[in-house]
């Protein structure tokens, strides 16, 4: 829940903008397009996976070349604006497998382009536990 009501989310000026790049994040195509994915990502971008594990814009561009593809369903999207060009987006991913996380990024516009600063992906567990 990211404690706005979801009407006011979806009339944030960044909503569909931030909405269609989490959206070419999580596509396969486009996480197939190192030069892409590069565009998207701010050079200091910081994930935590949902292992634990820590990576930098160097690693994730290494992950996604051997990534297998598989597509994802958004829901319950959210924008939250933090400062003058500063964004946290929350929303709810279910993969092909059924399997459902919720998801979190900071996004940062610099010069007119918005690029992701920060992701964390956390599993939900199917059990409710």
């Given amino acids: 829940m990211t404690g706005l009501p979801r009407h006011k989310t979806r009339q944030h000026p960044w909503f569909h903008i931030l909405r269609t790049k989490e959206m070419e994040l999580l596509d396969p195509t486009v996480r197939a397009n190192p030069r892409r994915v590069r ?3 701010h050079d200091d971008v910081l994930e935590f996976g949902s292992t634990g594990r ?3 814009k160097r690693m994730l561009l290494d992950m996604l ?3 297998q593809p598989s597509s994802v369903v958004i829901r319950e999207f959210a924008v939250r604006q933090l400062a003058a060009d500063t964004a946290l ?7 092909e497998g059924g399997q459902e996380a919720r998801r ?3 996004w940062i516009r610099t010069d007119g382009v918005w690029q992701l600063n920060f992701h964390q992906g956390t599993r939900i567990s199917r059990y409710g536990f």
């Fill in 39 to 41: 565009e998207l990502l």
């Fill in 54 to 56: 820590v990576y930098n």
């Fill in 65 to 67: 070349s051997g990534e």
């Fill in 89 to 95: 987006v929350t929303y709810r991913t279910v993969g």
């Fill in 104 to 106: 979190s990024s900071i």
